[in-house]
């Protein structure tokens, strides 16, 4: 004999046999229920509220009656509040009349999660490693099936697993021990269906897994619930390899030029990893062996150096990589100190030094979805950019050194607290403001001191406002020839530019802009703009559509900043947006979905590299674009603003 259930918000409804439970008629009618446990009355996260009345919509009676009478192991998991009104857990109520299910937002599975970046990304969550609860009865006399097989039997019972083939060898050895010690009850973490890398004993609810972007100057890591998830913790750190060269063929030519270069530069970024694996654990009270997947990003140079492949190959013609497409490698056999039978996926290379950190990027702001004409810019040490929209995507990379991530300034640093990172400073007394991170407002005298030197965005606001007051001019000059105690000349003859006086500062000295600084973001700015004006002729374009400006900096970039310093071409400003680091948020996208993982491989061999700085008219080119903004075009978007350049 059959009930009517209906399940809202969804609407679906169907005849469900009764004696059936929520959770299982949920399953039948393609509803998706949270459940952990699998329905094991052990997790509480299957909560529904039942609705009373006579629907005449539907044409139902419901009735809390309708059900099986509350369980004890309900009124442990739930709420005195929520019994009152009429919540069940899902596992434990049996139909046993008709009803109407209504399943809460936190009870949904396969969540829409918005993910807390610079731009809102929803996804669904289907990562790549799950977690299972099984109860198995205990082996007898009579029934002496092996481990390995009671805990497939009892997978493919309770959650209709039929394709696991592989256990790892370190679970097997360990698993006798653990699930007797578990008394049957375990947590089984299977990757991609088919590989148990690891039984714990009881129910473990959240499976974690860490995302990294892994940059040649900046290393960001992102650790995520892989059941809802949630990105509660992330760090950063400088690259260590920084030590063996500052850019990455300066690093490839430590490899060639030292016979244990490679090895010493893979476990540099390798001890790197695990020391933001441990600080990440640690403030979210896991441990490293909690961590049971992970995906890295980095650009083609990173991604050799980091598995202690020979980069030569990719740093002379014709560039080719040892492998393109996305793969996976156990942690144990890289040294990454996180459950050691788990796997690291690096995502796809595109080609040349782009690599899977430009994929990244791709995935998360998915310019192929467009029709649109969009230019990405990735800012980093190796800038990164792309140019098109659904029809075709072009990339091309340019060689922009760490200036814009606050290396080999005077006064750069991180985006770390202490870093000034906005800056404004006025056109007629030359005196500026400035923001440090770590502090809600701009520092005004009588702050505490907490400055310590400029990070990325910071560097990209001085220099543009400097610009804006006529403290630099169009060629990059700093003007001698303005009276401002803030203008000085240096014991070597050059110039500099005073941002912040030795008792504003934590470090007890001057925080200033030389005209070294000036220069390296010049070159930086120009490469940038360079490599974006080749695609978008390429693409037979005069202009892009909109602009999305990417990057590992603290907080996001002025945007209107970027393009008075020539840095962007002409775009409404309207629609250009600074997203943060993409290419991190693209890691994560990848940890917690499978779709864009396959994404990746798609976007990967669609978009077409473009070598731009062999170009025969690049050097003059490169030339015109280190003037501020540029020495010849035009920016109609932002002309009212270049108008009031003080001459
Ligand atoms: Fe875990 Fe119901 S599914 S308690």
Redo the contacts with the bound molecule.
Sequence with gaps: MGHTVIFQPSGRRGIVEAGKNL?EAARELGVDIE????????????KVKIEEGFFEKFGIESRMSSLSPTMEEEKD?LEKQELENNYR????AEVQGNILVFVPEESRGAQQVILETGREREISVDPAVRNFYIEMVPATLHDQTDDFVRIKNALEEKYGLKDIEYIDYPVVVNLPETIRSANWKVTVSIWKGCEIIKVSSGLVENPWGIAIDVGSTTVAAYLCNLRTGESPVKKSMMNPQITYGEDVLSRITYTMMNEDGLEKMSRAIIGGINSLVKGITEEAGLTPEDIIDMVLVGNTAMHHLLLAIDPKYVGRAPFAPALKCGIDFKARDLGININKNSYVHWLPIEAGFVGADNVSVLIAEEPYNQDKMMLVIDIGTNGEIVFGNREKLFSTSCATGPALEGAQIAFGMRAAPGAIEWVKIDPETKEPQFKVIGQNDWYKEGDEPLAKGICGSGIIDVIAEMFKAGVIEKSGRINQKIDSPRIRKKADGKMEYVLCYAHQTSIGKDITVTQGDVRAVQLAKAALYCGAEYLIEKRGMEKPDQIVLAGAFGSYINKESAMVMGMIPDCDLDNVQAVGNAAGDGAKLALLSMQKRREAETVARFVEFIETATEPDFQPRFAEAMAFPHRSHLFPSIQHILDKIPK
Excluded: D, N, T
Excluded at 38 to 46: D, I, L, R
């Design positions: 959770l459940s952990p446990c699998g329905g094991s009355k052990v997790c509480g996260k299957c998991e857990l899902a596992c434990c």
